[in-house]
């Protein structure tokens, strides 16, 4: 089992597989499975300052398709819901707000605790995909790009950002 994992850690190493790390590890996170992507972006930005810009983008796209695949989770949650009591789900107050704020309520998808399952309820409640994956990108970008740049600012180093 430790040389399972041994293999593991050295095939996700940082130095070797960067951008595929970041993409990875933005995934996932972005599922309901509680993990954070910051550090493996702040981690590969220290060692190539010049992948800062990639990494960001890189780290959004995995981040957008991980909320992508939430969305299709609440979405087929839902149907399945139906089937089996036959009937739509009561909808309490802060599902009616979202309802009202619509897809642009997904800008909000960066935030920790509340933004995985955003994207579920979301597609819970059937808004439009892609309208809510823009949302969603535009949102994730600004929380890597700002994050990422914080990060650099703390703990400066030779990171260039440009």
Same mark, same amino acid.
């Given at each position: 089992?430790?040389?399972?994992?041994? @293999? +593991?850690?050295? =095939?996700?190493? /940082? &130095?070797?597989?960067?951008?595929?790390? %970041? #993409?990875?590890? @933005? +995934?996932?996170? =972005?599922?309901? /499975? &509680?993990?954070?992507?910051?550090?493996? %972006? #702040?981690?590969?930005?220290?060692?190539?300052?010049?992948?800062?810009?990639?990494?960001?983008?890189?780290?959004?796209?995995?981040?957008?398709?991980?909320?992508?695949?939430?969305?299709?989770?609440?979405?087929?949650?839902?149907?399945?819901?139906?089937?089996?009591?036959?009937?739509?789900?009561?909808?309490?107050?802060?599902?009616?707000?979202?309802?009202?704020?619509?897809?642009?309520?997904?800008?909000?998808?960066?935030?920790?605790?509340?933004?995985?399952?955003?994207?579920?309820?979301?597609?819970?409640?059937?808004?439009?995909?892609?309208?809510?994956?823009?949302?969603?990108?535009?949102?994730?970008?600004?929380?890597?790009?700002?994050?990422?740049?914080?990060?650099?600012?703390?703990?400066?180093?030779?990171?260039?950002?440009?």
């Amino acid at each position: 089992m430790e040389a399972w994992l041994q @293999s +593991l850690l050295a =095939a996700l190493a /940082l &130095p070797k597989y960067g951008l595929s790390t %970041v #993409f990875v590890v @933005s +995934l996932v996170s =972005a599922t309901l /499975l &509680p993990m954070g992507s910051e550090p493996a %972006v #702040f981690g590969l930005v220290k060692l190539n300052p010049d992948l800062f810009w990639l990494a960001v983008i890189t780290a959004t796209a995995g981040n957008t398709i991980g909320g992508a695949i939430s969305w299709w989770m609440g979405y087929g949650a839902e149907r399945a819901y139906e089937k089996i009591k036959h009937r739509k789900p009561h909808e309490v107050k802060a599902l009616q707000m979202l309802h009202r704020l619509g897809p642009k309520a997904l800008l909000f998808s960066w935030l920790p605790l509340v933004g995985d399952p955003l994207c579920a309820i979301a597609g819970w409640l059937r808004m439009p995909f892609w309208p809510c994956t823009g949302y969603m990108a535009i949102g994730k970008f600004a929380r890597y790009a700002v994050m990422t740049a914080a990060l650099v600012w703390v703990f400066p180093g030779q990171v260039a950002v440009g």
